[in-house]
T-cell receptor
Framework: DAEITQSPRHKITETGRQVTLACHQTWNHNNMFWYRQDLGHGLRLIHYSYGVHDTNKGEVSDGYSVSRSNTEDLPLTLESAASSQTSVYFC??????????FGSGTRLTVV | QKEVEQDPGPLSVPEGAIVSLNCTYSNSAFQYFMWYRQYSRKGPELLMYTYSSGNKEDGRFTAQVDKSSKYISLFIRDSQPSDSATYLCAMSGGNNDMRFGAGTRLTVKP
């Protein structure tokens, strides 16, 4: 069955370190998205991609970057982790249909 | 003002109750209206979607959209403990411009 997987599920890192969160989907979807979810804010869009080599900034993109070298993967990099980036991160993908398919999330703690 | 407003709750109801969840929005370009269900420590999953105004029913769940009032609702009939989750409304103009509500946490007590 097609799926979207995120790794790691949990990560603790120190302030200032570079961190990369992985997202891999086997739906063959062109569109992929990264969100962060915080209490009181819901899901906020960080970056998104409509295809290979395409990347776009979302509403909370500062301090994050993505690259899309193939259809299946959209890794999210935190250039220099900050405590304000402690959050739960969700990757999602979409194709021709309505709605997004979400991964199970990565819980990131920056200490 | 946020584009999508949703009361975060929490909402607690007894088993068998009818649950009403609501969202309001400000962008009249939205045409697709969705409800996602998110269990604890899981990703959101698409529950229902509606195009434009009207009602849609799926088992115990009914989604309503009133575009004139910019108001959407999700009703859950005969609520079950397994319905306990956070429910997020979402809407889009059809160009991968999805906007989410903050989510309402629902607990259904046996």
């Amino acid at each position: 069955d097609a799926e979207i997987t995120q790794s790691p599920r949990h990560k603790i890192t120190e302030t200032g370190r570079q961190v990369t969160l992985a997202c891999h989907q086997t739906w063959n979807h062109n569109n992929m998205f990264w969100y962060r979810q915080d209490l009181g804010h819901g899901l906020r869009l960080i970056h998104y991609s409509y295809g290979v080599h395409d990347t776009n900034k979302g509403e909370v993109s500062d301090g994050y970057s993505v690259s899309r070298s193939n259809t299946e993967d959209l890794p999210l990099t935190l250039e220099s982790a900050a405590s304000s980036q402690t959050s739960v991160y969700f990757c999602a993908s979409s194709g021709q249909g309505i709605g997004y398919t979400f991964g199970s999330g990565t819980r990131l703690t920056v200490v | 003002q946020k584009e999508v407003e949703q009361d975060p709750g929490p909402l607690s109801v007894p088993e068998g109750a009818i649950v009403s969840l609501n969202c309001t929005y400000s962008n009249s370009a939205f045409q697709y209206f969705m409800w996602y269900r998110q269990y604890s420590r899981k990703g959101p999953e698409l529950l229902m979607y509606t195009y434009s105004s009207g009602n849609k029913e799926d088992g115990r769940f009914t989604a309503q959209v009133d575009k004139s009032s910019k108001y959407i609702s999700l009703f859950i009939r005969d609520s079950q403990p397994s319905d306990s989750a956070t429910y997020l409304c979402a809407m889009s103009g059809g160009n991968n411009d999805m906007r989410f509500g903050a989510g309402t946490r629902l607990t259904v007590k046996p």
